[in-house]
């Protein structure tokens, strides 16, 4: 018996989560079909493989190009392409709760809680005031991104292109996507400290979370002192910190004799801090990934890994989870019953989900590697492939932080292998435990527990 279209519609959307889901996935299809277009690429003609996989990477503002996106596609192309970053950086639910609003519309709670998850939040802050501060936040970084990054980019193109290239890698940044129109990123500006700086700015604020931001904004302009910030703020903040200069440092002492051979000292600097910035959430480079040293891929891995904030444009399982993690550890070897940090205890609740989100992450990214290395090298000694068993880890954990750094084997990928990357791509940007929410059932809760007992560990 089929169920009447309203109620198919409710029990499909009842929840927030697949609501994500399926904005998303027809976001990703209508992208892929407008790229098809023969007006999107100069040839006239692209694999929709090709144009699935570039749709999905701009929508999960992920980076990874199976094509040069500055050869292939025209203007209009690469504006679509612009189009798709901006939406899925800002996020779906938030433009369509605007365009809701400017019809005089409520807020449905679905929507409601949808926000409440993704952007962390809390019972003192509205939800139209927290829309409005990213909107804001947007528009006024982009812009003044925009403006600095022209004094670099006018010079090499026309006036009408210089624009367009300000603009298009301005918001690329801000989104954390990565997307770059020159088809070796910034590797020939890696000694040019404005631009660097700047696009590593960008990728820095658009990856602590628009929650942070407000947050910030609302302490400057209300001059409090720092200890007025929330503790989710002073995580994220201080991890932040701490993970850039630790991974700045570790760049700069295992790639001196490698790809900073040659350079000088500040020179070295500045590439060590923009590869640091950008492994943890963009894909930008300005060295050539695929000539780092095992350690320093390893090391780029586990920053993929990390992620960016909650409510951010960045991926990953997230820097508050990896804190969390970390502050559970030092604890307990410390003697102290629960986790502490900044004179505040971290709730049982934050904890469980820290340590869910991680096992979901780390299930989903072990069977990404398994599938991607069986359509990739199949079943052939590991004598025969050396080096490709790195490489496509690298790949599927950069498609699955969204971050969308390669070692250059994101080309040469087979069909089935594309849209595996597409598919990480996909549950890195939305989250594994959204994905699991999405498609599981709420029981009953249950009324009792049962008697505790220990298990030998260590």
Not at 55 to 66: E, I, R
Request: overall charge positive; glycine content about 10%; some cysteine.
């Amino acid at each position: 018996m089929k169920l009447p279209l309203y109620k198919l519609e409710k029990s499909f959307t009842s929840s927030p989560a697949r609501i994500s889901i399926l904005g998303y996935a027809s976001l990703i299809v209508s992208g892929a079909f407008l790229l098809c277009l023969p007006i999107s690429t100069i040839n006239r003609h692209i694999q929709f493989v090709d144009a699935l996989f570039t749709a999905a990477s701009a929508v999960c503002v992920t980076g990874l190009t199976s094509v040069d996106t500055g050869a292939t596609f025209t203007l209009f192309g690469k504006m679509v392409i612009l189009g798709l970053i901006q939406v899925g950086g800002v996020g779906i639910m938030v433009l369509s709760t605007l365009f809701l609003f400017s019809l005089g519309k409520k807020i449905s709670l679905n929507g409601k809680m949808l926000l409440k998850d993704t952007y962390n939040l809390s019972g003192g802050k509205g939800t139209l005031s927290l829309i409005k501060d990213i909107v804001l936040f947007t528009a006024v970084v982009e812009f003044i991104g925009s403006v600095v990054l022209f004094s670099r980019f006018s010079s090499d193109q026309t006036a009408a292109m210089g624009i367009f290239y300000c603009v298009f890698h301005s918001v690329s940044a801000f989104c954390n996507a990565g997307f770059s129109l020159f088809p070796d990123s910034f590797t020939g500006y890696s000694h040019d400290w404005i631009l660097n700086l700047t696009i590593s700015t960008l990728i820095i604020i658009g990856g602590i979370g628009f929650v942070v931001l407000s947050e910030m904004k609302n302490l400057i302009f209300s001059r409090r002192s720092l200890s007025h910030l929330t503790l989710h703020t002073k995580v994220v903040l201080s991890s932040t910190a701490i993970l850039l200069f630790v991974s700045t440092a570790a760049f700069f002492l295992l790639e001196s004799s490698n790809t900073l051979k040659g350079m000088t000292i500040p020179h070295k600097f500045l590439v060590s801090f923009f590869q640091s910035v950008n492994a943890r959430t963009a894909g930008f480079n300005t060295v050539q990934i695929g000539e780092l040293t095992n350690e320093t891929l390893l090391l780029t891995i586990l920053l993929m890994f990390i992620g960016a904030a909650p409510g951010s444009c960045g991926g990953g399982i997230k820097v508050t989870t990896f804190s969390t993690l970390m502050i559970l550890g030092v604890s307990r070897l410390a003697g102290r019953s629960s986790p502490q940090i900044f004179y505040r205890r971290i709730s049982d609740e934050s904890i469980a989900k820290a340590v869910s989100l991680i096992m979901v992450s780390f299930f989903v990214i072990t069977i990404g590697i398994m599938l991607l290395q069986q359509t990739e090298i199949g079943e052939i000694s590991h004598q025969l492939t050396r080096g490709a068993f790195l490489e496509l880890i690298f790949e599927n954990i950069s498609a699955f932080g969204t971050v969308g750094l390669s070692t250059g084997v994101t080309p040469t990928l087979s069909v089935p292998g594309r849209l595996i990357v597409v598919l990480m791509m996909f549950v890195g940007r939305l989250g594994p435990l959204v994905i699991a929410v999405a498609v599981s059932r709420r029981g009953a809760a249950k009324t009792y527990s049962y008697a505790q007992d220990d298990i030998m560990i260590g």
